[in-house]
Nanobody, 126 residues
Framework: QVQLVESGGGLVQPGGSLRLSCAASGSIFSINVMGWYRQAPEKQAPGKQRELVATITSSGSTAYSDSVRGRFTVSRDNAQNTVYLQMNGLKPEDTAVYYC???????????????WGQGTQVTVSS
């Protein structure tokens, strides 16, 4: 099947930067959209939805949540099936588990399917 492996999380002081990476591997024909979502500690109760952070299409079109626009930058390497999230000007309220997401096809005629990484913790604290 498909695996999404994230890296780059950690502890950083307010105002600092981190770069997250997520590599997709397995049975992949094409990846329509890759992106990042997050779930803050107080929102990890069952049924709570993850918050969209940023997405990028295969053609490079991007979308950001209002809370991160201007501070975070999403990019991708289509040849490596990898998506990145450069996070600058981090704030304590950015503390969350960050999840990579990919909407992809296994074959040219297959329906797009949704995959998630295991999550990586980002903590912003002094």
């Amino acid at each position: 099947q498909v695996q999404l492996v994230e890296s780059g999380g950690g502890l950083v002081q307010p105002g600092g930067s981190l770069r997250l990476s997520c590599a997709a591997s397995g049975s992949i024909f094409s990846i329509n959209v890759m992106g990042w979502y997050r779930q803050a500690p107080e929102k990890q109760a069952p049924g709570k939805q993850r918050e969209l952070v940023a997405t990028i299409t295969s053609s490079g079109s991007t979308a950001y949540s209002d809370s991160v626009r201007g501070r975070f930058t999403v990019s991708r390497d289509n040849a490596q099936n990898t998506v990145y999230l450069q996070m600058n000007g981090l704030k304590p309220e950015d503390t969350a588990v960050y999840y990579c997401n990919a909407i992809l096809r296994h074959t040219a005629w297959g329906k797009p399917q949704d995959y998630w990484g295991q999550g990586t913790q980002v903590t912003v604290s002094s």
